[in-house]
Nanobody, 127 residues
Framework: QVHLVESGGGSAQAGGSLKVSCRAS????????MEWYRQPPGKEREFVSS???????TYADSVKGRFTISQDHGRNTVNLQMNNLKTEDSAVYYC?????????????????????WGQGTQVTVSS
């Protein structure tokens, strides 16, 4: 069974730094990309960053140059380092897999047809 568990986050002052991490299990970590999303209070969930299987990265314009996504294959973990935080970065941060992760269902390996999501972790930035 696929599990994504976020950790880190918490509170910081504007201009400060935080790191959120996501530990994955239940599928072949290297078989699909990973993504970070966030949902500010009262707003829709929005894309933050992604990292593909070949390590290419993408970022939302709002975080470009401040956030860095990385992954640790030894720990099946994807990290999001957030620097120069702004109050508008306050949100619940969610990690997600890309579509197509390879998992074993007890009989054979299958490709997932949907994303998997973590439970989210709160990031609060104060001025």
């Amino acid at each position: 069974q696929v599990h994504l568990v976020e950790s880190g986050g918490g509170s910081a002052q504007a201009g400060g730094s935080l790191k959120v991490s996501c530990r994955a299990s239940g599928y072949i970590f290297s078989s699909c990309g990973m993504e970070w999303y966030r949902q500010p209070p009262g707003k829709e969930r929005e894309f933050v960053s992604s990292i593909s299987t070949n390590e290419s990265t993408t970022y939302a314009d709002s975080v470009k140059g401040r956030f860095t996504i990385s992954q640790d294959h030894g720990r099946n973990t994807v990290n999001l380092q957030m620097n120069n935080l702004k109050t508008e970065d306050s949100a619940v941060y969610y990690c997600a897999t890309d579509v197509g992760c390879l998992y074993f269902d007890g009989d054979d390996y299958r490709r997932a047809i949907s994303k998997y999501w973590g439970q989210g972790t709160q990031v609060t930035v104060s001025s």
